[in-house]
């Protein structure tokens, strides 16, 4: 389709494989599947949901909120529902969201889901970005702590100076679709790769040692490290500078490429499965997306 191959995919990305939904598939249909997993795995039904909140870039539609399909699909009718837009920091922001609102008591249950279906925005004539987004889902129940498990810090961060170097131009009020913007195919995801590079390492960085001093932690108290699967040079970039072993650091880039708000989210599930993280271990979670936005958070697992 464009004129790329293997082996310059696989060196400049990681990327060796990935997951594109079928063309009847959206981001809700997506949401729902780890939605029912979740769910099971926290043996929680949907009737006791009090907040379900979606992280996505490739909603359904513009509205309503992709939350409130997915509410409805799963039967969850006292949950309230919303969209939370931050890129691929949408995971992290929304465990950030949900987290408060129990700390606060006034929510037990909260379903957090990071979905999207990237297949659908991407131009799949520009080789800079069609080799690199995948499609996926990932789902985590929220609850009140009743031992050692507990989100041990945060830290949040935004630059709206750097919007314009990844993003969709057209569909919203600023370029309303028109015969123009689909024929400029301003429809789909618009990347400055190089820029988001550079700002990307020392970034997440910063937000990793904003994250520990917030826990009064080091990186030597990690126990392991979840990192937004965008680029494997980003990646190898950021555990070389804060000091970490890669036997600590969990990769599935080159089985599932980037997913967006939902690298981190499948990528803390698959590392479950595999019997990489050890309950007591303090988990790491980073990452950096468009908006731009990034996320740092330490979880005792």
């Not at 590392?271 to 958070?297: C, Q």
């Amino acid at each position: 389709m464009v004129d790329t191959s293997d082996e310059w995919i696989s060196t400049r990305t990681g990327i060796k494989e990935r997951r594109i939904a079928r063309e009847d598939e959206a981001a809700s249909d997506l949401a729902y599947e780890a939605s029912k997993k979740a769910l099971e795995s926290a043996n929680v039904r949907a009737e006791d949901l009090d907040m379900i909140l979606v992280a996505t870039i490739t909603p359904d539609m513009i509205f309503p909120a992709t939350a409130c399909i997915l509410q409805d699909r799963l039967g969850a009718k006292k949950a309230a529902a919303f969209d939370l837009e931050a890129a691929c920091s949408g995971f992290l922001y929304g465990l950030s969201i949900g987290s408060q609102f129990i700390a606060t008591g006034m929510y037990d249950t909260i379903l957090v889901i990071a979905a999207e279906a990237l297949s659908k925005i991407v131009d799949w004539q520009d080789r800079s970005t069609c080799v690199i987004f995948a499609d996926g889902a990932g789902a985590a129940v929220l609850r009140p702590s009743n031992g050692e498990s507990k989100i041990i810090s945060t830290y949040l961060g935004a630059d709206g100076g750097g919007a314009d170097l990844v993003g969709v131009p057209a569909g919203g009020s600023r370029l309303p679709a028109s015969l123009e913007t689909v024929k400029n195919r301003q429809h789909y995801m618009k990347m400055k790769g190089n820029e988001l590079f550079k700002r990307a390492v020392k970034i997440m960085v910063q937000a990793i040692e904003i994250s520990l001093e917030r826990g009064k932690l080091s990186p030597e108290d990690i126990d392991f490290f979840i990192p937004h699967q965008a680029n494997i040079r980003i990646i190898n970039a950021v555990v070389k500078r804060i000091g970490l072993s890669m036997d600590k650091v969990y990769i599935n880039l080159d089985r599932c490429g980037n997913m967006s708000a939902a690298s981190i989210a499948v990528a803390l599930d698959q590392a479950i499965k595999e019997n990489r993280i050890k309950r007591g271990d303090r988990v790491l979670f980073t990452s950096f997306g468009g908006g731009l936005t990034w996320a740092s958070m330490v979880v005792r697992f």
